[in-house]
């Protein structure tokens, strides 16, 4: 079974920065696509960032150049390294993945987290 | 960036009846090399995460019930639930992932009449 598990969210001021970390089990991080979508509060939602597994990434424009996504293969494990964080930063941040299992090139996001709430507020 | 354009924001339906959800994209996803249209539908409800109903446009994710269908090619996109049952009231989003970066639809909240 599948389990993905986002934490290190929490408040944080206007340009100050957060690590968002997400532990995968049931599949291998490295060797699968991985994505972050964030939703603000009320709001829809918002794709941020996807690592693929040959270690290219891709951002939204709007956290490109503050945002940085990568993996710790050891732990198996996803980050979201956030800095210069602006108040419409603000929302629940999701850790998401395709189905390694199937082999069908499309990265369509079977497999979610439960998400973490970032609040960038002074 | 392919734009996603979900008609109406708000549905009300009767329970029983049919619900259908449109989604426009600014630019064909249809992949021609493959014939297959990148484009997904998720369900979300309240407090959750979204949940994946429809991928390559029209294939059911396992355990969805057949009441949701999903149909259109390149660029115009609907989801149809053939017959409303509570459990459905929730925000639907379609999603592009035929590039990046991947962009979803501003989601239509559908709500029994």
């Known amino acids: 079974e599948v389990q993905l598990v986002e934490t290190g969210g929490g408040l944080i001021q206007p340009g100050g920065s957060l690590r968002l970390s997400c532990a995968a089990s049931g599949l291998t991080v490295s060797s699968n696509y991985m994505s972050w979508v964030r939703q603000a509060p009320g709001k829809g939602l918002e794709w941020v960032s996807v690592?693929?597994?040959?270690?290219?990434?891709y951002y939204a424009d709007s956290v490109k150049g503050r945002f940085t996504i990568s993996r710790d293969n050891s732990q198996n494990t996803l980050y979201l390294q956030m800095n210069s964080l602006r108040v419409e930063d603000t929302a629940v941040y999701y850790c998401?993945?395709?189905?390694?299992?199937?082999?069908?090139?499309?990265?369509?996001?079977?497999?979610w987290g439960q998400g973490t709430l970032v609040t960038v507020s002074s | 960036d392919i734009v996603m354009t979900q008609s109406p924001d708000s549905l009300a339906v009767s329970l029983g009846e049919r619900a259908t959800i449109k989604c426009k994209s600014s630019?064909?996803?249809?992949?021609?090399?493959?014939?297959?249209?990148?484009l997904a539908w998720y369900q979300q409800k309240p407090g959750q995460p979204p949940k994946l109903l429809i991928y390559?446009?029209?294939t059911r994710e396992s355990g969805v019930p057949d009441r949701f269908s999903g149909s259109g090619s390149g660029t115009d996109f609907t989801l149809t639930i053939s017959s409303l049952q509570a459990e459905d009231v929730a925000v639907y989003y379609c999603q592009q992932y035929y590039n990046t970066p991947r962009t979803f639809g501003q989601g239509t909240k559908l709500e029994i009449k």
């Open positions: 630019q064909s996803v249809l992949y021609t090399s493959n014939n297959k249209n990148y």
């Open positions: 690592i693929y597994s040959d270690g290219s990434t």
């Open positions: 998401a993945s395709p189905d390694p299992n199937r082999h069908d090139y499309g990265d369509y996001l079977v497999y």
């Open positions: 390559w446009a029209s």
